[in-house]
């Protein structure tokens, strides 16, 4: 059965109330659902259903239990676990605490101001994420961090490459030059090599980004949501994970000098603030951020406006120049 007719048989084998549908993901090549989000109520209590069937394992239900069992931070929580399911190891389903209206989640772009206190979250929740990981390792996480980035990349030039074929054989003009990005991505996996070949991954939440940090109304304390992304990190990666989400993918675009400059002030305060961090390491994992953006994003993306796909592609082009 599809994602909405499964929704309705769970709701009415476990006595959850269906309401609104706040998310739906497809693929990014074939577009096949690959997981729904609704609005519920379980037992007098709101809440929000999950359903996944993704074509890669997923452990999220685990994945919050464990950090609830680990976590000792009095200011950083997570939604309480009510139901799941894990029907195989790559589809499922939770249920988990709707957090309360009157708070809210960080919108990007953040400010200068929101963004220390998203840097504030940020620690805290290294410090009492778990450390070890919950299920076998993929083959991506066994090495260092250079090998998982050049692995996720190879994948994402797939994709786009696939995505680049269908164009021409519809008689639409590419994306990219192919040339040059490829001239670009031999450059860019050199210098990943070179700041990160041997260095080691943790366990991470994989995600932390401003829409999946909800802060309650009293302004000192947060929760950390979507845990469907955990997985062996390198160094540097999630720092630029936020940042890529924040100005690479929600600011509009602008010239360069300026969009650089928030990037580096950006980078700059992770540095300051995270262990053993190194402003190299976050260059090269923002060099990978930026690459893995015009492959995964501004190749494969139909509905991006052309001026706004130009706009952007020439920043990331200048940008994987500057940090490789």
């Known amino acids: 059965m599809n994602l909405d007719e499964w929704a309705r048989d769970l709701a009415a084998r476990h ?107 940020f620690v805290e929740y290294r410090r009492n994420f778990p450390r070890a990981p919950n299920r076998p390792l993929a083959l991506a996480e066994m090495h260092d961090a250079a090998q998982f980035h050049t692995f996720r990349l190879m994948q994402a030039l797939e994709k786009a490459s696939t995505r680049e074929q269908q164009r021409e054989f519809a008689g639409e003009r590419p994306v990219l030059d192919r040339d040059a990005f490829v001239e670009r991505l031999d450059r860019g996996l050199d210098r990943l090599r070179t700041v990160l070949g041997g260095r080691p991954l943790h366990w991470g939440h994989g995600h932390v980004k401003s829409p999946d940090v909800y802060e309650y109304p009293s302004g000192d304390r947060w929760a950390l949501t979507d845990f469907g992304h955990t997985k062996m990190l390198p160094e540097g990666y999630e720092p630029a994970f936020t940042i890529w989400w924040d100005r690479m ?76």
């Open 249 to 324: 993918m929600e600011a509009p675009p602008a010239r360069y000098g300026e969009w650089r400059a928030e990037i580096d002030e950006w980078s700059a305060r992770f540095v300051d603030r995270v262990d053993d961090l190194s402003e190299e390491i976050v260059r090269a994992s923002l060099l990978e951020r930026s690459l893995a953006t015009v492959l995964e994003w501004l190749a494969l993306e139909d509905e991006l406006p052309g001026d706004e796909r130009e706009a952007r592609l020439g920043l990331h082009e200048r940008l994987i120049d500057d940090l490789s």
């Open 15 to 121: 006595g959850i109330t269906l309401g609104d549908e706040l998310r739906r993901t497809t693929a990014d090549v074939s577009d096949r659902p690959r997981n729904l989000m609704l609005d519920a109520e379980h037992e007098g209590r709101a809440a929000i259903l999950k359903l996944y069937d993704e074509e890669v394992i997923t452990v999220e239900a685990e994945s919050l239990q464990q950090f609830h069992e680990h976590n000792r931070s009095p200011v950083l929580g997570a939604p309480e676990l009510y139901l799941h399911e894990v029907v195989s190891l790559t589809r499922g389903w939770l249920l988990v605490e709707k957090l309360p209206d009157d708070g809210r989640f960080f919108a990007s772009p953040l400010s200068r101001a929101e963004r220390e206190r998203f840097v504030d979250v």
